[in-house]
């Protein structure tokens, strides 16, 4: 295997960042949902980062000692890191490095089937890079290479960097015509009278499988991340007028570049006249905590907290006889971060439990 796929991941934590036992652990599991292997972890606390490294410089030292030791071709950091962190950590240690933001647009790209979801994963890329690139020409040829001026006043470096800013510019006009197209198919299917009801929530909750059941649909299901990008539209089953539709997952901590790159996805939320929000509440308190948190922050960032919504608490076959006590966790800490009552119905969408309670409450509040 190339090396480039063994990887030494690495978290810094500081004050400010909860959980973080959780959300390394998460980050391993997406970090092999992209297809690397593991082979050294290492962690820092500090009060707060480093400007030029992240992490403090010995800790840089002990980084590139283990990924020597173990093989490493890549270092992938929890943090996301400035385009100069990125830099610098890359001249120091020899080695690709990559953060967060890069590895979930890594797990989305083996993920992305049709042309819409590679653009907008191609944009989300440039967001990143334009500013990596300038920065790297710079400090690696600037001093060097003589920079020649153009006309206007620009170094040589530029057209590298020109280049991806015109190919940026051209998704954008792309990505445009995508999102005006979906919302005069949205408007239409309004016009006809349909009520849209989008499946919304973290990754690998369930909400495909939902969606296949309450349709008959048979879409891609699968206990890796990000299974679905694009959105997926089919009647509720039993109803003429219901449309309903399956969406991308939610992660903690998405930078808000990923979510606008996302924003013709983000418009079959916006639009719905009803939310699903499916949580999987076989997940023990702390991770289920963290979800509902990470969730409830894109909510309300995007101004989602303002639909109504039905909370579906799916997977309750893995639960059996502690279902009761789930679902008051659930209910405190759904308040305790929406600051909301919810309606929550329980059910299991792969053993098709309590469908029929979740499509009557459905109706009612269409
Ligand atoms: N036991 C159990 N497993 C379930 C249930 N619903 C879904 N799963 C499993 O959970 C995993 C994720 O299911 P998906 O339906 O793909 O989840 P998703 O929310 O669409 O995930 P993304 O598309 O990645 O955001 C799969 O392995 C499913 O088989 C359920 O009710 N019970
Ligand atoms: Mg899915």
Same mark, same amino acid.
């Given at each position: ?5 063994? &990887? ?6 500081? +004050?400010?960042? !909860? ?13 092999? !949902? ?10 820092? *606390?500090?009060?707060? +980062? ?14 590139? #000692?283990? &990924?020597?030791?173990? /093989? ?18 890359? %001249? ?6 990559? $953060? ?9 790209? %083996? ?12 944009? !989300? ?30 170094? /040589?470096?530029? +057209? ?7 190919? %940026? @510019? ?6 445009? &015509? ?32 939902? *969606?296949? &059941? ?25 109803? /003429? ?14 930078? +808000?570049?990923?979510?606008? @790159? ?5 418009? $079959? ?15 023990? $308190? ?39 006590? #789930? ?40």
């Amino acid at each position: 295997m190339d090396p480039e796929y063994y &990887a030494v991941v690495a978290m810094l934590v500081t +004050p400010k960042i !909860a959980d973080w036992k959780v959300k390394f652990s998460e980050f391993k599991e997406l970090t092999k !949902a992209a297809g690397y292997i593991i082979v050294g972890e290492i962690s820092q *606390f500090r009060q707060s +980062p480093s400007s030029a490294f992240l992490f403090g410089k010995g800790k840089v030292e002990e980084i590139k #000692r283990l &990924a020597e030791e173990r /093989g490493a071709g890549t270092i992938i950091v929890w943090n996301e890191l400035k385009s100069i962190q990125k830099l610098n950590l890359e %001249r120091s240690i020899g080695l690709r490095v990559i $953060d967060r933001y890069e590895l979930v647009l890594e797990v989305f790209q %083996r993920n992305a089937g049709d042309k819409l979801s590679k653009m907008q994963i191609e944009l !989300a890329y440039l967001e990143k890079l334009i500013p990596y690139f300038k920065l790297r020409e710079r400090v690696l040829h600037g001093s060097k290479d003589k920079p020649f001026f153009k006309a206007g006043g620009e170094y /040589g470096w530029v +057209p590298k960097v020109a280049w991806l800013r015109r190919r %940026r @510019s051209k998704l954008l006009k792309e990505i445009e &015509a995508e999102l005006n197209k979906k919302v005069t198919e949205i408007k239409k299917r309004k016009d006809l009278g349909f009520k849209i009801v989008t499946i919304i929530g973290y990754y690998n909750a369930g909400k495909t499988s939902l *969606f296949n &059941a309450l349709t008959g649909e048979n879409k891609l299901v699968s206990p890796q991340p990000f299974t679905t990008l694009s959105s997926k539209y089919s009647r509720l089953r039993g109803t /003429g007028n219901v449309l309903l539709v399956d969406t991308i997952g939610f992660a903690s901590d998405l930078n +808000p570049k990923i979510i606008s @790159s996302f924003r013709v996805n983000l418009e $079959d939320m916006t639009e719905a006249h009803l939310l699903l929000w499916v949580i999987d509440i076989s997940e023990e $308190d702390s991770i289920l905590e963290m979800k509902i948190k990470a969730t409830t922050e894109i909510l309300k960032k995007t101004g989602l907290l303002e639909k109504p919504v039905i909370v579906v608490a799916n997977k309750i076959d893995l639960v059996k006889n502690t279902l009761n006590t #789930r679902l008051e966790f659930l209910k405190n800490t759904l308040y305790k971060y929406a600051g909301t009552e919810y309606k929550i119905v329980a059910v299991s969408a792969k053993t098709n439990t309590h469908l029929e309670d979740l499509i009557n409450t459905i109706l009612e509040a269409c």
